[in-house]
């Protein structure tokens, strides 16, 4: 399974978010605009998603939407996916990646889960994967399940790169 790993855009700081919600801080201009990069840049690289799995949070979501559209994805193709929100928990991620197989998946998350998560396909979870927002990092995995260890870090683009 190729899996890319796509941190968010950049997205209304908390501190002038005033009362609104972590959940619903939405990506600033330059966060739309990097969004729209990615949707350019990833397919240019070989990057074929067909299975999108996105938090739910509206910054995901936002940063997804060009993403959806360059891969003209649909239906069951588009996953809301809880265990991507930040605080979820990577061996539950992986089993749903598992029972939800595509050969090529993208997955729309947040630091430190994301970077958590490459660190533990990987195989070690003290690894340091650092990825910028608007940032993506490709993992192979030769076994179709997703697990611990499973996975080959191929590349990492810091969002400046894209």
Not at 13 to 23: C, H, I, L, N, T
């Amino acid at each position: 399974m190729d899996i890319y790993l796509i941190r968010h855009a950049e997205a209304v700081d908390p501190e002038q978010a005033g009362d609104m919600s972590d959940f619903d801080r939405p990506l600033t201009d330059t966060g739309q605009a990097q969004a729209q990069q990615l949707a350019k840049a990833l397919p240019v690289r070989g990057a074929n998603i067909q299975r999108l799995f996105v938090s739910p949070l509206v910054r995901t979501r936002q940063t997804a939407e060009p993403l959806i559209a360059v891969w003209g994805l649909t239906g069951d193709a588009v996953v809301e996916c809880e265990e991507l929100a930040p605080g979820g928990r990577k061996r539950k991620l992986a089993k749903r990646l598992t029972e939800q197989p595509a050969a090529v998946v993208g997955l729309v998350g947040h630091r430190p889960d994301l970077n958590e998560f490459a660190g533990w396909l990987i195989g070690d979870k003290d690894v340091q994967i650092a990825m910028d927002k608007g940032g993506v990092a490709f993992i192979q995995t030769e076994e179709e399940e997703v697990k611990k260890g499973a996975g080959e870090l191929i590349w990492l683009l810091p969002e400046r790169w894209i």
